[in-house]
């Protein structure tokens, strides 16, 4: 060790037995070279292999705390050859005792006898002897613990320390080791905001990829701790912790902005609406005036909420009847809503060819009218609706929430009228995904967009104006129209607070989607369902189980 130490051994109740300190030669001998070196010499001066053979016979007590404190004595004192000397199998004391030196890096020890019988499994043949300890380890303090040895009666008469690994420990065994160790710190956690872990949600362990990622881009792993642990002997694993000098620290987790009430809610509801998984459902809730998720569930492992990209149907015509009113359309403006449309030869039509001869801008909203909407679209021009998304929604910016996610879209129509007409009730080129729908009514509900983001530190970048204040007030109206007595009137129906809603069908391919946008007072959510037919059908159900669970 390159410096004097100071070792004792002390009987309790018997006395205490002390050994002075050690010359520097004395201690590069004992407590250093001594130890692996002295095993051979240990095994040269025994007969065979050095191991004594038990009588059968227990000794008496007192020859059992007579050899037990000789033992710990030269045990104590660094002495490893007389030590091993001192048991039943030299050979492989030395060996352990030299081994219980390094491996715990040990700067002194002391060793006690104890008072009573320990309680120990019994040995035939043998007396249990107890012992304290008090191990001070190189540049950590002192662990302390309660032994056993075992003390058995030799056939020439005298009395030996039965040796095994549990005489340096009693949870030691042939196939374990001690070790002076760094303890890791606990894996960073990821929980909701309250600090609940998140591996009760399916959707939000679905993301485990997602976020461990986001978990490493972080700098602070945390600090580790210094123990004693029992490791495998080959292996070298830790098994087990036997004592902690210094705690780990963990490192910073990962706290999402998830409200757990609503995430449960969420996840009953895409379950419920998903068929159990059959079918894909899909969710997000966002709080109106942060932009801060709240929920976000899918049905299947992909996370069709965050990186969906189909059309989104009439919860569109939130952002085109925004362009609308920006463009000089008032609510009340009259809006005839036919039961069909034709443009350069297209047909359009409302669902079961519904018309409503005077309605007005308002009303077609409400009722979620293709035709009324269309017929206004030499309002405007064919870049507006486009310009409207992205300046005021947000929709097409290139959004960060914290996990992979894919942007809205609303491509501007070239001057192609058919397309427009599409693109004006959520049809044509447009992509959106509950994600984007959520915030689209966050942002009528606040009256300026917030960008999402599922975890709270990171930056937000704004749109590039807020929604007119007069615009605002007349798209939350048209929205409240539609909660209390339009198409989400059944959905809607019982919620307090400050309620607007818009419902969506969505023609992809053969199937029909149903979506569904809505707000209740800060909280803002929208779902859609594959194949799920009218947006009140199975997307309204699910926002409003969440709304509902809202406070």
């Not at 872990?197 to 792993?221: C, F, I, K, T």
């Not at 149907?313 to 809503?337: F, Q, R």
């Not at 999402?452 to 409240?480: I, T």
Request: net charge neutral; glycine share 14%.
């Amino acid at each position: 060790m390159g410096r004097a130490a100071k070792v004792t051994v002390g009987a309790v109740c018997a006395g205490m037995l002390s050994v002075a300190g050690y010359g520097v030669a004395n201690i590069a001998g004992a407590l250093t070279g001594g130890h692996r070196g002295s095993a051979p010499a240990a095994r040269a001066t025994a007969t065979g292999d050095g191991r004594q053979t038990a009588s059968g016979e227990a000794p008496s007590a007192g020859q059992a705390r007579q050899a037990a404190q000789s033992f710990l004595a030269a045990w104590a004192k660094g002495d490893t050859a007389d030590a091993a000397g001192l048991t039943d199998d030299p050979a492989a004391a030395a060996d352990g005792l030299a081994g219980y030196h390094d491996d715990l890096h040990l700067d002194s020890l002391t060793l006690a006898l104890t008072a009573g019988t320990p309680a120990a499994t019994p040995l035939p043949g043998s007396v249990a002897v107890g012992f304290h300890a008090g191990a001070r380890l190189s540049g950590l303090g002192t662990w302390a613990y309660d032994g056993t040895v075992r003390v058995v009666r030799t056939t020439d008469g005298g009395a030996k320390v039965h040796w095994s690994p549990s005489v340096l420990h009693p949870r030691l065994t042939g196939q374990t080791a001690l070790r002076a160790r760094d303890l890791p710190p606990a894996p960073p956690r990821i929980t909701d905001r309250d600090g609940r872990p998140v591996d009760a949600y399916p959707s939000l362990m679905a993301l485990a990829g997602d976020l461990q990622e986001a978990l490493r881009a972080r700098p602070d792993d945390g600090t580790p701790g210094k123990g004693v642990v029992i490791a495998g002997a080959e292996s070298g694993d830790t098994l087990a912790v036997l004592h902690t000098f210094r705690k780990s620290r963990p490192g910073r987790g990962l706290r999402l902005t998830v409200d757990g009430r609503l995430q449960a809610a969420a996840e009953r509801a895409v379950a419920e609406q998903g068929r159990g998984g059959s079918r894909l459902a899909s969710l997000v809730a966002v709080e109106a005036s942060t932009g801060r998720i709240l929920a976000v569930a899918n049905s299947q492992p992909f996370n069709a909420a965050f990186q969906g990209a189909t059309a989104p149907g009439s919860t569109m015509k939130i952002v085109t009847a925004a362009a609308l009113l920006e463009h000089g359309v008032s609510p009340g403006a009259a809006a005839p809503c036919r039961a069909h449309l034709y443009v350069d030869g297209k047909e359009f039509h409302n669902v079961e060819g519904s018309a409503i001869p005077g309605a007005t801008l308002r009303d077609d909203f409400a009722a979620s009218c293709n035709t009324g909407f269309i017929a206004l679209r030499d309002r405007l021009g064919d870049g507006d609706l486009a310009a409207e998304a992205r300046d005021v929604f947000g929709l097409g910016m290139t959004w960060h929430t914290g996990v992979p996610n894919r942007d809205g879209q609303v491509p501007p129509t070239g001057g192609d009228e058919v397309e427009k007409a599409a693109d004006m009730i959520g049809q044509g080129r447009v992509q959106m995904n509950p994600l984007a729908m959520a915030s689209v009514a966050a942002t009528v509900r606040s009256g300026v967009f917030h960008e999402p983001v599922l975890l709270p530190d990171l930056p937000q970048q704004p749109a590039a104006r807020p929604l007119p204040a007069r615009v605002a007030a007349q798209l939350r109206g048209m929205m409240r129209a539609t909660a209390v007595r339009g198409t989400a009137a059944g959905v809607m129906a019982g919620l307090g607070g400050t309620v607007g809603a818009k419902t969506g069908t969505a023609e992809v391919g053969r199937a029909t989607d149903s979506w569904f946008t809505a707000y209740r007072d800060g909280v803002a959510a929208a779902a859609m369902v594959q194949g799920g037919g009218h947006g009140s059908a199975a997307a309204g159900p699910a926002v409003r189980a969440v709304l509902a669970a809202s406070r």
